[in-house]
């Protein structure tokens, strides 16, 4: 399977802490990108990283990409309650058959 | 406001009975997608089409089909289903494949 992995599956931090997420996938790659999906609703994009670049950042949002470890992390700064969710890597492989791949998630929880 | 929309939003069925969920799109993306959800996972791709080329998944079950009568509208119809059908289904759509993907909010279905 191509299905990445993500580490921790689950992660409970104080608001205001800074959350990191991280994804290991197993074939080379075009692009990687995360999703955060609220509790029963549709996935949204975060942000993009693409093979050439090592590090990317949004507002709070820092990713880094580590092609030769075939790996990637996700930073949320000063977490707020909204945060709360699950977080999924997707990486689009460099055969480039419009498919993305997700990974297995991590469920963030910020305590209030 | 541009957007992916997916009726309904919870469908209730009976073991056997077909059913068929919908998906539009107002962001006239060449991609569209349609994942299946279980709790606590990954979506999994069961099928997408770029414009009308259908492109299926391998392990995609023979009692799940898709349409893709035009541009802005997309179906999935679910022959005979089973209580392990019971899911959420999520639509969604990219400007080019491998890129940022839009997601609707998403179908919960039902099995009884």
């Known amino acids: 399977s191509q299905q990445g992995e993500e580490d921790p599956q689950a992660l409970s931090i104080q608001e205001g802490e800074n959350a990191t997420m991280n994804c290991s996938y197993k074939?080379?790659?075009?692009?990687l990108q995360w999703y955060r999906q609220n509790s029963g609703r549709g996935l949204v994009h975060l942000i993009l990283?693409?093979?050439?670049?090592r590090e990317k950042h949004s507002g709070r949002l820092r990713v880094t990409l580590d092609t030769s470890k075939k790996s990637s992390s996700l930073l949320i700064t000063a977490s707020r309650a909204a945060d709360t969710a699950s977080y999924f890597c997707?990486?689009?492989?460099?055969?480039?058959?419009?498919?993305?791949?997700f990974g297995t998630g991590t469920r963030l929880t910020i305590i209030p | 406001d541009a957007m992916v929309i997916q009726n309904p939003r919870y469908q209730v069925t009976q073991f056997g009975k077909p059913v068929t969920l919908s998906c539009s799109q107002t962001?006239?993306?060449?991609?569209m997608y349609w994942y299946q959800q279980k709790s606590s996972q990954a979506p999994k791709l069961l099928f997408h089409?770029?414009?009308?080329?259908?492109?299926n998944e391998a392990d995609t079950p023979d009692n799940f089909q898709s349409r893709r009568p035009n541009t802005s509208f997309c179906f999935l119809d679910i022959r005979s289903p089973g209580l392990g059908d019971a899911a959420m289904y999520l639509c969604?759509?990219?400007?080019?494949?491998?890129?940022?993907?839009?997601f609707g909010p998403g179908t919960r279905l039902l099995v009884l």
């Open positions: 969604a759509t990219s400007g080019h494949g491998g890129e940022t993907q839009y």
């Open positions: 074939t080379s790659i075009n692009n």
């Open positions: 990283i693409r093979s050439n670049e």
């Open positions: 997707a990486t689009e492989g460099d055969f480039g058959n419009e498919k993305l791949t």
């Open positions: 962001l006239n993306h060449n991609v």
């Open positions: 089409y770029y414009d009308k080329d259908f492109n």
